[in-house]
């Protein structure tokens, strides 16, 4: 299939030709979903752990006297009952690993480019040579391609004044070719691209 590519004035400037395997392929919404779980299980630190009654520092002395008092027969101030005592059922540290192999996530990064391009909202562009690193600039060019929520993939070592304009919107993500990846794609309504950055990836896939 051929893409169109564009200058930064949104002028059509040629076309060229990728592969159906990867930009126009079956879009599968179940392998979507499993790479997207993946990758924010991945995410999760597993930090989050609370001490269970075995673990908090308490005397193990009877509170009170066994009969007589009126109060329930508590044997040690560890209880979950009482502050400062064993937590029942809190997290222990340990994230249960959800992995999908290379295929399925190869798979997921497919559809997920096929998506965009079905969808209309993917961009190739020439080259990111902006004239200078104001933000102001940068947004003109987006108005032009009437993004409001983008994702542009790009080697940032070549396109410092891109980087430097673009790090204070929101609404937009840089990342090189290398991180492309299913979740950030899904994400941004937009994606762009330029054109050695689809070579690369296409490269990249189609090994």
Not at 129 to 145: A, H, I, P
Request: charged residues 30%; positive net charge; hydrophobic residues 35%.
């Amino acid at each position: 299939m051929k893409i169109d590519v564009y200058d930064l004035n949104f002028n059509k400037v040629r076309e060229i030709e990728v592969s159906d395997n990867i930009f126009a392929a079956e879009v599968k919404e179940h392998i979507l979903h499993d790479v997207v779980k993946a990758q924010l299980r991945l995410r999760r630190s597993g930090t989050a752990k609370t001490r269970n009654r075995s673990e908090v520092s308490a005397s193990s002395r009877k509170i009170y006297k066994q009969k007589g008092t009126g109060n329930a027969r508590h044997g040690a101030k560890d209880s979950p009952l009482f502050p400062k005592g064993g937590v029942v059922w809190g997290p222990r540290g340990v994230i249960s690993a959800y992995k999908v192999n290379k295929k399925v996530m190869r798979g997921g990064l497919i559809s997920a480019l096929s998506l965009k391009v079905k969808e209309q909202r993917f961009f190739v562009v020439d080259s990111w040579s902006l004239k200078s690193f104001k933000t102001k600039e940068f947004k003109s060019v987006l108005t032009r391609f009437q993004i409001e929520k983008g994702l542009i993939v790009d080697d940032c070592e070549t396109t410092e004044n891109l980087y430097l304009a673009s790090r204070n919107l929101k609404d937009m993500k840089l990342i090189k070719t290398g991180g492309v990846n299913v979740f950030d794609i899904l994400k941004y309504k937009t994606l762009l691209l330029s054109e050695e950055s689809v070579r690369k990836i296409e490269q990249r896939l189609s090994k």
